[in-house]
């Protein structure tokens, strides 16, 4: 929530047009009921001439067109603000998270950062809308009525100050406190549901097949009692700060008439003003009457506050150089004496491991799962910073080199395809915007998915489903392969495991169509699949100690 204040000071002209106008609606419909209850009281007087009464005839008509009319800009404004800070909030935190990612996100859930970047960044709309608006417009109605009413009585000025208190400071405070706990709570489950809720909707099939159904219904169903426990606990504390905010408008419209009645009484007061004393009295309730149910929900607020900032305050695993190198013109990547081990892991994943590859080059890494392969390719792309050696690009240290430079002399198929909800010309153009439909057609004939063409209805411009759901596996992998091969003018392709999802007539077919299509340019492949690769190909096994010495990556009998 503190990140909102910096973008309040951005937008001060509508912050202060949204204030005035709440405070003239506010005050507008005081002088409604006021000019009202005066004009009524008037009229029962019997006055000789109607011109008596024209001018609080006009004050009624006037205020009751303006109120509706202030209300109208008044709302206009404050969502106008409300929406763009919002959106500020939400492009920092998405451009935060394309920062530190991937490193800072391992481990993280998608459906929570779904649910952090969307859910808790919407639900920070009512810091302005229904707490700091709201509170500067209650003091500042409060202040006039006070005014207003010393005038009339400066008995029921301090009375009705005290009331203020009560209604503006003691109860909001109170209600923050009982119903904080209940909010926080309340966030949390939200967040939990929709995380569980996106899990279990992209694990459908697993749920419904491997008998997990029973135990997702019995966790949504304690997700769902806990938010309805919090939820009745905060919705309590509401009917309560309403019930005493009913409370405080009537006593301080009893006041009103014991008070200001004694006035008239005495003849020091004129008669209408009684009515248009008590009236006004109550409403001015309206500025300060919901702050105590406004402030309830606070706590639901500061969690979604806590929750969004954590995302702000990511801190990416490496940064820009503070003096970055040009990058060089040679291309040759390689790794020198290199260590590397996970954040809050005591095991190395790397230990001493040389690795030249120079351009042209094709090299295959081979060896069991977790000695690191995977990490080599994402120590040349930069999410991570080696804990020793070095990683150099034309004998340039990594860490020297602007990172978008960087990564823009790389093309890069990750394991994990990521295919966007999208036309397929459209996850195929992330590779090259300016590609025609021509070359497109011809790489994904070379590919073997002349047939994806003919199932998706439009063909490319077919729509490839949420993450690719209509595309299967082996599909998604060549075309998060056919996307790095579109990018000419990265000299270094890295490629996590294209043909893992493929038969072998198709991981082959795949693995010429890369030779065929990149000449000159150098080529990373990780692989468990080694008997598939062609001649081109030069194989590195990174093993572990009971296969060989880990400290040293071999390229058949000799070291590479």
Not at 64 to 86: C, K, M, P, W
Not at 181 to 205: C, K
Not at 338 to 350: C, K, W
Request: aromatic share 4%; charged share 20%; proline share 5%.
């Amino acid at each position: 929530m503190n990140g909102l204040w910096p973008l309040l000071r951005g937008q001060r002209a509508r912050v202060v047009g949204s204030l005035l106008l709440g405070t003239l609606t506010v005050l507008a419909s005081v002088g409604l009921l006021a000019g009202s209850g005066a004009l009524i009281s008037g009229a029962a007087l019997r006055p000789e001439s109607l011109l008596v009464l024209l001018p609080l005839i006009t004050a009624v008509r006037l205020f009751g067109i303006s109120r509706a009319a202030l209300r109208y800009a008044e709302r206009l404004v404050s969502h106008d603000l409300t929406f763009r800070l919002l959106g500020r909030v939400r492009a920092e935190v998405l451009a935060r998270l394309a920062q530190v990612a991937p490193a800072a996100l391992l481990g993280r859930r998608g459906g929570d950062l779904l649910t952090r970047v969307r859910s808790d960044v919407d639900e920070l709309q009512g810091t302005y809308l229904r707490l700091f608006a709201p509170t500067l417009v209650a003091a500042l109605v409060a202040l006039v009525t006070l005014a207003l009413v010393w005038v009339v009585s400066p008995r029921l000025t301090f009375l009705l100050l005290a009331l203020f208190v009560l209604a503006g400071v003691l109860l909001p405070a109170l209600a923050l406190r009982a119903a904080a706990a209940a909010g926080r709570v309340q966030n949390a489950a939200r967040a939990e549901l929709g995380a569980a809720t996106l899990e279990a909707l992209h694990g459908l099939p697993d749920l419904l097949t491997g008998g997990g159904g029973p135990a997702a219904e019995r966790h949504f169903a304690g997700l769902l009692a806990t938010l309805e426990g919090a939820e009745t606990r905060r919705a309590r504390v509401t009917a309560g700060a309403n019930a005493a905010r009913e409370a405080l408008g009537g006593f301080g419209l009893l006041a009103a008439l014991l008070l200001v009645g004694q006035g008239v009484t005495g003849g020091q007061t004129p008669g209408p003003l009684l009515a248009a004393t008590a009236l006004g009295v109550l409403a001015s309730f309206e500025a300060v009457g919901n702050l105590g149910s406004a402030w309830a929900a606070s706590g639901a607020l500061h969690a979604a506050a806590g929750r969004v900032d954590g995302l702000r305050l990511l801190q990416a695993a490496v940064q820009d150089p503070a003096s970055p190198r040009d990058l060089p013109a040679d291309a040759t990547l390689r790794f020198a004496h290199l260590h590397f081990r996970y954040p809050h892991h005591d095991a190395e994943v790397l230990r001493d491991v040389n690795l030249t590859l120079p351009p042209g080059a094709r090299v295959a890494l081979v060896g069991p799962s977790g000695v690191g392969k995977s990490t080599l390719l994402g120590l040349a792309l930069r999410f991570w910073d080696p804990a020793g050696g070095d990683v150099t690009l034309g004998g340039v240290d990594l860490r020297d080199l602007h990172l978008a430079d960087l990564r823009s002399r790389f093309a890069w198929a990750p394991q994990q395809a990521e295919v966007f909800d999208g036309t397929l010309r459209g996850n195929l153009r992330l590779g090259d915007a300016g590609v025609a439909d021509a070359e497109l057609l011809a790489l994904l004939a070379d590919l073997g998915l002349g047939a994806l063409l003919a199932r998706l209805p439009g063909g490319l411009d077919g729509w490839v489903g949420e993450y690719g759901a209509r595309l299967s596996a082996g599909e998604r992998a060549r075309l998060s392969v056919a996307r790095a091969l579109l990018r000419p003018a990265a000299p270094i392709l890295l490629l996590d495991e294209p043909t893992a999802h493929l038969d072998a007539a198709n991981a082959r077919r795949l693995l010429r169509v890369v030779e065929e299509r990149t000449p000159g340019r150098a080529a990373l492949l990780v692989t468990h699949q080694p008997e598939l690769l062609g001649p081109g190909w030069r194989v590195v096994r990174l093993g572990g100690l009971e296969v060989e010495n880990r400290s040293r990556v071999v390229l058949g009998e000799a070291e590479w």
